[in-house]
């Protein structure tokens, strides 16, 4: 486990024994939203996260345990670098391989209990891997699935801080849409509770994760700490809307499960996008995010369009190419995406790439 910063025992100590071969640095890495979130942290041997839910803010650690593997390499190809799977994330649990969980606050409990879901659990690839649909998949997802079988979807929960993370992301780059939220995240929200993990910033400072701020408190930021993230009026109105029906949606999400059946979460993305400014793009990446949707797709981004058009066609393509080339495998089109993306498949770079817009000076 890493070691950390602070006193004081966990409020809730336990394990997991995945059911299956797990990465879990690749299950959850969807869930941080660029390398400074203040929210969630990847670290060699684990992950911490802080949460807001329903029963009180969380502080989570997780940590892989993995018995010894003397002469790992010869022992089994799950262990090899395959695909971006490395020896130190993949668990097996024939081996006795396991998560430790640790998680302090009022919503320790809570949260704890909610760590396979995150880790997983809940999505069921059977159907994929079933001969007859899987023989209508393209050799490209058939690899990757043979050696990466511990990525799973994650079900992380926390719709609404989901939700104002990837509006924040609309129609701008990584780079702008991470800074904004590392931003107003860290201004905004308070520390998490529990002690801090022994890791630095740049500057040195002791780094301790933040919980996203409350709809409340996204509500009442001035205009200028927007401006000042560079976040454009029409993200922020956005954001302040679906804060006023936080409420809502939080006791819609308490109504549909994890990996939910696809009528469930047909009903939850519409009313995500019942919210002014959410659309379809908005939506399926919440979703995928907060209960492993496996059919929804990231329509509305040409990016993924681009690379989903070139990695099974050699040719870029557009939203109406994408949706027709990913309709063999409805039911599962999310989980063909997420392949193709942890294949190594590359999207070529045509051109300069867009630079990020600076309008604080505006």
Do not use: C
């Amino acid at each position: 486990m890493s070691e950390f910063n602070g006193a004081g025992a966990p409020d809730v100590s336990a394990e997991f024994v995945p059911p299956a071969v797990l990465d879990p640095a690749a299950t959850l890495a969807p869930l941080r939203h660029g390398p400074r979130d203040p929210t969630l942290r990847l670290v060699p041997d684990g992950v911490w996260r802080a949460v807001r839910l329903a029963s009180g803010p969380a502080l989570v650690r997780l940590g892989w345990r993995r018995t010894e593997r003397p002469n790992t390499r010869l022992v089994s190809p799950l262990d090899r670098r395959s695909g971006g799977t490395t020896r130190g994330t993949l668990l097996d649990p024939t081996r006795g391989d396991r998560v430790r969980i640790e998680a302090w606050g009022p919503g320790a409990r809570e949260a704890a209990a909610g760590v396979p879901a995150w880790l997983g659990t809940d999505d069921d690839w059977s159907d994929f891997d079933a001969p007859a649909f899987s023989a209508r998949l393209p050799e490209t997802v058939l690899a990757t699935r043979r050696v990466r079988p511990g990525l799973r979807l994650p079900s992380g929960g926390s719709l609404f801080d989901t939700l104002t993370a990837i509006i924040l992301e609309q129609r701008v780059t990584g780079i702008e849409a991470h800074y904004a939220w590392a931003r107003l995240v860290t201004r905004f929200g308070e520390a998490a509770p529990g002690p801090a993990p022994a890791t630095t910033t740049a500057a040195g400072r002791e780094a301790r994760l933040v919980l996203p701020p409350t709809p409340e408190q996204w509500r009442r930021i001035p205009s200028w700490e927007w401006h000042q993230a560079r976040v454009d009026a029409q993200r922020r109105t956005t954001i302040v809307r679906a804060a006023e029906r936080a409420s809502a949606l939080a006791r819609l999400e308490a109504q549909v499960p994890a990996a939910a059946a696809s009528a469930e979460l047909a009903r939850l993305d519409a009313a995500l996008r019942s919210l002014p400014g959410v659309g379809v793009w908005s939506a399926a990446e919440t979703l995928q995010r907060t209960h492993g949707a496996p059919d929804h797709v990231s329509f509305g981004d040409f990016h993924v369009a681009h690379f989903v058009g070139q990695a099974l066609t050699g040719h870029r393509t557009d939203d109406a190419g994408m949706e027709a080339l990913l309709a063999p495998f409805a039911g599962h089109r999310q989980r063909v995406v997420r392949l193709l993306q942890a294949s190594g498949a590359k999207n070529p770079s045509f051109g300069p790439r867009l630079a990020p817009q600076d309008h604080r000076g505006h």
